[in-house]
């Protein structure tokens, strides 16, 4: 497994765990993140930025992933989905990363293979090909 596979599992661990506590406070999340500093090395940063890059614009990943999640609502999605989609949103639009679009689409679909249901995967792939348009 790449180093930044492994940091997007630990991110959208962090961002499921404050998903299920009901906080989305970007400090608070960053602790979260932390316990998986020593198991991600050198990619932590990435994981972080991930997660905290996530709460901070949450507002407008919501807003975006409801724009295009035809007759489903954030609060419907399943955690896990509802985690996936934030972070690859963050990723693909407010990260100043750069990932090519289908890398980070990518990603989210595996996550979601190994993560959620087996039609969460689809889900995942149609609202975030829909999505790349919005990115600059």
Known sequence: MSNRRMARECALQSLYYADS???????????YAADFKKELG???PFCEQLVTGTAKNL???????????K???VSRMSAVDRSILRMATYEMIFSPERTPVPAIIDEAIELAKKY?????SKFINGLLDQLKKERK
């Open 21 to 31: 506590a009901k906080t989305s406070d970007a400090l608070r999340l960053a602790d």
């Open 71 to 73: 007759n489903w609502t």
């Open 59 to 69: 507002p407008e990943i919501d807003k975006l992933v409801s724009a295009y999640a």
């Open 116 to 120: 959620s249901t087996e039609n969460s």
């Open 42 to 44: 050198d990619c932590f």
